[in-house]
């Protein structure tokens, strides 16, 4: 795997980005996510958290703000922006009709990865992934964590400096959900950044580095868990437990909770 | 809503609400506002249909029954049954796969063999339902001009919809039990293509052999066949009578029809569950080994698109079967082909429309495939290649795919005539685009296996597929004779597409 050194202090700057739909989805959020940082993103459901990842995948335009990646402004060089970005959806992305082989020989293909890089890499994915022994077989039969783990494997072939996951553990068992973790460790471990939303408070507690939580398109909240907590000490509710010692899913709730208050 | 909970009238309520309302969205794409334009748009349509059946069909109103006339009848009714059967094959095999409710009636403590002998009866009911709207302008204008014997069209109908039901389930079954259920799937379904194409197939290849025309009209109303028919007494008759009005025929075709289906419920609803079961639990899959080498091949991101469309169809027999079944219909004109090599050009003109038509049709499907059935769509807009990149590539893998299919068939065509062989060539080339361009502007996200409903996202592309398809056959037959009378068609198809332009979505 390759070592990647931080070219910019952020992988990852959002500023004053918007998107309406019936209404606002995503409400002027700023964000920054340091170079070879675990960020996970946190909010309830319908939050804006899907929502801002696809625009910071290239998937969907915003309606106005900005959005750099990796120093890139990816509205105006969406190409360029993609080249050093991957996205991992909760619904794995792959071709029933394809072996995880011929999926990564196409996903090299679509990134241009010369085949003497891409072949390699695809074979040290599939072993990294316990994929081998089912390389040239269909993905059709695959169950939900192991197409997960093909997904994933596509999105590394191209070695993207940014991965951005979403929800990327939901219906994984023990064992694929911890090989899923681990790569991603490595990944920030080798200078990779990460961005991930998950309803598993427990994952981002253990894996994240910083935290945002999100609320009706905006962060409410932002930091480690401890200065998580108090925030959420200082203005959240204490009914719900929130304060020193208090542990993620009452920091989030409490903190959830006061901005629904205040709105 | 009184019927007892889990009874066959309560089973019987729910399945016609859920029909309904799976209808009225197809009808309406899921716009209830539209519901008002639709009902117009149908009462036009129906009006204009028995305007069409006046000018097809008012000449036979006095038919008497004789052997002409009876041939003729039999097979319109042969070639709507089979047609039917087709449908009812559809019908009962998803009722076997589909998964949608089949679990939470297998897991409840419910009759499961009324809930299928209810679910074989709706397909019954479907098929003559599908049936007599098509049928009804050319009844009512028989009775209108011919008298009131001619309602006993309308019970031959309900007639068929039952038969055809109760023999596809029974073939459905006797596949289930033959092959098993993991091959049934994808065999009862191509079975059901071909049982539908092949008596149009039949006749027109019975035609050209006989009469060198791809009118399968020829055919039925050749006095060789009208000899070698059965007497007039016959019970091969009784269809035909019955639709003439003779009572007693068209109660024995109901009674044997009802007979049949009750037979087929009788003996397969009781067992219905357990082959759903059975299908179930078997995968519509098998571990299939690719057999390539590990070391990737060099390529460009559309080469990388084109390959992976071209492989995905290739792999996918029932996608195959749903889009290349329709290269069935290029049997006929390939046999005149090979029957008129060396007869002259009269039967080569013939040949233009029916291949530039074909090709349209066939382009529209697979660029549908293409274009809107990605079954990873945003890994694809993810990838750092631009938009117009994607599409090119997937248009690109469209008319790859006709080019292969279509080109033997023109060069073999100019070896016997350079002239109509260019004339086509130009037409498939047109047609497969203009089919294309219209799956592009009017492109939505959907499955892969979605196919067979893609009608339904939109009626607008799919008319304009269909007569921009009809308009450059006409305008390719046209010009085979004169390239200046082919510009009036050709401006009509032009117009149609340039209409489709205007009204789509997404004008790329």
Known sequence: MQHFAPTVPFALEVCGLVKRFDRPAVDGLDLRVRSGEFYALLGPNGAGKTTTLRMISGLLRPDAGTIRVVGIDALADPVAAKQVTAWISDEPMIYDKLTPLEYLEFVAGLWGIAPALAGPRAQELLDWLDLVPHANERCEGFSKGMRQKVALAGALIHDPRLIILDEPLTGLDAGSARQVKSVLRDRVRAGGTIIMTTHILEVAERMADRIGVIAHGKLIAEGTLEELRLQAGKNGDRTIGAGEGASLEDTFLALVAEQAAAA | ?508
């Not at chain 2, 059935?373 to 795919?401: C, N």
Request: net charge positive; charged share 10%; hydrophobic share 60%.
């Open chain 2, 1 to 508: 809503m009184t019927a007892q909970p889990g009874s066959a009238v309560w089973f019987a309520h729910h399945e016609s609400r859920l029909a309904w309302r799976d209808w009225l969205a197809m009808m309406t794409a899921g716009r209830r506002k539209r519901l008002r334009r639709v009902v117009i748009a149908i009462a036009i349509f129906f009006i204009f249909m028995h305007f069409v059946a006046y000018w097809t069909v008012g000449r036979y109103a006095a038919a008497t029954p004789d052997k002409a006339t009876l041939v003729a009848i039999s097979s319109s009714v042969l070639l709507s049954w089979f047609l039917m059967i087709s449908q009812a094959m559809e019908s009962t095999t998803r009722a076997f796969y589909s998964r949608s409710d089949l679990d939470l009636i297998l897991a409840s403590p419910a009759a499961v063999e009324k809930i299928f002998a209810v679910r074989i009866i709706t397909v019954a009911l479907t098929m003559a339902m599908m049936a007599l709207p098509l049928a009804a302008p050319f009844i009512d204008v028989l009775i209108a001009l011919g008298g009131w014997r001619w309602m006993g069209a309308y019970g031959l109908i309900v007639a068929m919809g039952a038969a055809a039901t109760a023999l596809a389930v029974g073939l459905t079954v006797a596949l289930f039990r033959l092959i098993g259920p993991k091959r049934t799937r994808l065999i009862a379904q191509v079975v059901a293509a071909v049982i539908g194409a092949a008596f149009v197939i039949g006749l027109q290849v019975a035609a050209i052999l006989s009469y060198g025309t791809l009118s399968r009209v020829s055919v039925l109303q050749s006095a060789t066949l009208i000899a070698h028919a059965p007497d007039l007494g016959s019970v091969v008759w009784w269809p035909a009578r019955a639709a003439l009005g003779d009572v007693t025929a068209l109660a024995g075709v109901l009674a044997a029809s009802f007979a049949l289906l009750a037979a087929a419920i009788v003996t397969v609803a009781p067992r219905f569950g357990e082959y759903a079961i059975i299908a179930s639990g078997t995968g519509t899959t098998s571990v299939r080994q690719a057999q390539r080498p590990a070391a990737f091949r060099p390529t460009s991101p559309r080469s990388a698109l084109r390959r992976k469309e071209w492989t995905l169809l290739r792999r996918d027999p029932w996608l195959v079967s749903q889009t290349l079944m329709q290269m069935l219909y290029l049997i006929p004109p390939a046999v005149l082909l090979w029957r008129s090599f060396d007869d002259g050009n009269g039967a080569y003109q013939l040949l233009v429309p029916v291949l530039v038509m074909a090709a349209g049709q066939l382009a529209g499907g697979l660029a549908w495939l293409a274009i809107s059935g990605e079954d990873a769509p945003d890994l694809v807009a993810s990838a750092p290649v631009p938009p117009r990149f994607i599409v090119r590539a997937k248009i690109e893998a469209v008319l790859g795919v006709i080019a292969v299919i279509f080109a033997p068939l023109v060069a073999v065509l100019a070896i016997a005539s350079p002239w109509h062989a260019l004339v086509t060539g130009i037409g498939v080339i047109v047609a497969a685009v203009a089919s294309t361009a219209i799956q592009l502007w009017f492109r939505s996200q959907a499955k892969r296996s979605q196919f067979r409903r893609r009608q339904v996202s939109s009626r607008f592309a799919t008319f304009a597929e269909a007569f921009s398809s009809i308009g450059w056959a006409a305008t390719a037959a046209v010009a085979a004779a004169s390239v200046w009378l082919a510009i009036a068609p050709g401006v009509i198809a032009l117009a149609v597409v340039t209409g489709a332009w205007c009204m789509s979505p997404r004008q790329v």
